[in-house]
């Protein structure tokens, strides 16, 4: 982390240092290393990065700030980070069906279509509609960034999505996989076939975004996993990242049926075999991971590796049937956790946690809210590869921060205020998001951004989208016209 060192001191007996803001009067939930709590506290700014954190009283006399924020008692904390998001599949809300058996069309005896067939309906256009749709909402329930999975055609989509919303993306080369998945879909996105040639061209091409240490929108690298890689695939992208001080993300150990199709051919578990080989690492940030057997837990422990949990998907797709849940467990034995939404079936962001809690207590263990505030914040920046700048308010790191408002009755009585905003009022009580020291939402609004026309580019392209797949969204219910 670079260290700024705070403003002029008391004792330096200076006048106070200028600063560009200042938030004052917040309950400053600081998550740094020893997770201070200044309960009337105060954060600085300047430029893009915070410059001091404390009290009220001891950071109004180190500095002097050219613009206030009064957060009038509200908690003030670092902006959360979704580990896992499928930017461009965002607008499929409501179209794709909730039912997990779905019946067949009756004319052509075929399923009804789903997230295959939006994928290959998708146009850059769409793409762009899709990710600008999700960063807005993503940044007004105080989200400051999100990893994209890979699976975006056109990253330059997402990236500028992020970058005209002003929120965090880290985006990954399109669909790398080199062989067919347990559940054939490799064969199935036609922009993207398993073809080791072009994934050869593809790998790494995004990295190209870290030169500028400034951009909102970064890269990692990116694989889709789950049985989709050859083992020379896995170590090219496992050597990419590590040359380039950056992430290794993909989908790992999902069900029961994924984990046997790759035990099957490595003769062992996966993530057993994976460790043998030498690509896992602390800058892996595998997704799911809801199966992991006896034998993997150290493996995943001992690694240092990310987790991004869904505790969501999780339950839709009934995989509690097959394995309890063991990030409880893994969390304590001090595995990185963060939540990912994966995509926006029947959940909102900020959810995850509160679904976390209550998959651990269904299991008979506890989850305290503070680790929950841990996953949604260091969490979700260490699994983005950015701890050292982002994740926590420190000195010194990038002013991603967000102010809550304690005036809703889902934030009362707000005897505990970690439990109040991550299990009870979660996002309802966003006020106001900082991204890089800029103001991006303000009362609850976006500050530059007209709402209403991200909507209806959404809006517009959710119903193109929904007529080339021949869906038929909608209310099973007679409609009265
Ligand atoms: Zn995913």
New binding site residues.
């Given amino acids: 982390m670079a260290q700024t060192k705070p403003a002029k001191t008391e004792r330096d007996g200076g006048a106070p240092a200028p600063c560009d803001l200042m938030i004052v009067n917040g309950y400053v939930l600081s998550m740094d290393d020893k997770r201070n709590v200044y309960p009337d506290g105060a954060v600085a700014i300047t430029g893009s990065r915070i410059v001091d954190v404390g009290p009220t009283r001891l950071v109004t006399a180190r500095a002097k700030a050219r613009r206030t924020i009064d957060a009038a008692g509200g908690a003030v904390h670092p902006g959360y980070i979704d580990g896992?998001y499928?930017a461009t599949l965002h607008l499929t809300r409501g179209a794709v069906t909730d039912n997990p058996k779905p019946p067949a069309d009756p004319k052509t005896g075929k399923p009804p279509a789903g997230y295959i067939d939006w994928f290959n309906a998708l146009t850059d256009e769409d793409e762009y509609a899709s990710a600008l749709m999700a960063s807005v909402e993503m940044v007004l329930n105080g989200f400051t960034g999100f990893i994209e999975?890979g699976?975006a055609f056109e990253p330059d989509a997402v990236a500028s999505a992020a970058e005209d919303v002003g929120i965090r993306a880290s985006v990954g080369d399109p669909f790398l996989w080199d062989k067919l998945d347990p559940e054939g879909m490799a064969s199935l996105i036609e922009r993207a076939p398993a073809d080791g040639k072009r994934v050869e061209r593809e790998l790494g091409r995004q990295l190209k975004r870290n030169r500028d240490p400034d951009a909102l929108a970064r890269a990692h690298v990116a694989l889709y996993g789950i049985g989709s890689a050859t083992e020379e695939l896995t170590r090219a992208a496992k050597s990419l990242a590590d040359a380039n001080g950056v992430v290794l993300a993909q989908?790992q150990n999902f069900t029961e049926e994924d984990v046997e199709f790759d035990t099957k051919r490595f003769g062992r578990h996966p993530l057993l075999h994976m460790a043998e080989m030498g690509v896992l690492g602390r800058n892996c940030t595998f997704?799911h991971m809801n199966v992991i057997h006896d034998d993997e837990v150290k493996p995943v422990v001992d690694s240092g590796l990310s987790i991004v949990w869904h505790p969501g998907n999780y339950m839709f797709y009934g995989i509690s049937g097959q394995m309890k849940t063991r990030m409880p467990e893994l969390f304590r034995a001090g595995t990185n956790m963060s939540f990912?939404c994966?995509?926006a079936k029947v959940w909102a962001f900020g959810e995850l946690g509160f679904l976390a809690y209550l998959i651990a207590r269904e299991n008979g263990q506890f989850l305290p809210s503070e680790s929950i505030l841990e996953m949604f914040t260091r969490g979700g920046a260490q699994a983005m590869g950015r701890l050292q700048d982002l994740g926590s308010l420190e000195p010194g790191k990038r002013a991603d921060i967000v102010i809550r408002r304690n005036d809703l009755p889902d934030a009362q009585p707000n005897l505990d205020v970690v439990r109040q905003l991550t299990l009870i009022s979660r996002t309802k009580s966003v006020d106001t998001v900082l991204v890089d020291g800029k103001i991006v939402v303000r009362n609850g609004r976006m500050a530059q951004m007209d709402e209403a026309a991200v909507f209806a580019r959404g809006q517009a392209s959710a119903k193109r989208m929904v007529e080339r797949c021949g869906m038929k969204p909608g209310t099973i219910w007679p409609k009265v016209e």
């Fill in positions: 896992h499928h999975p699976t989908h997704t990912g994966d995509v």
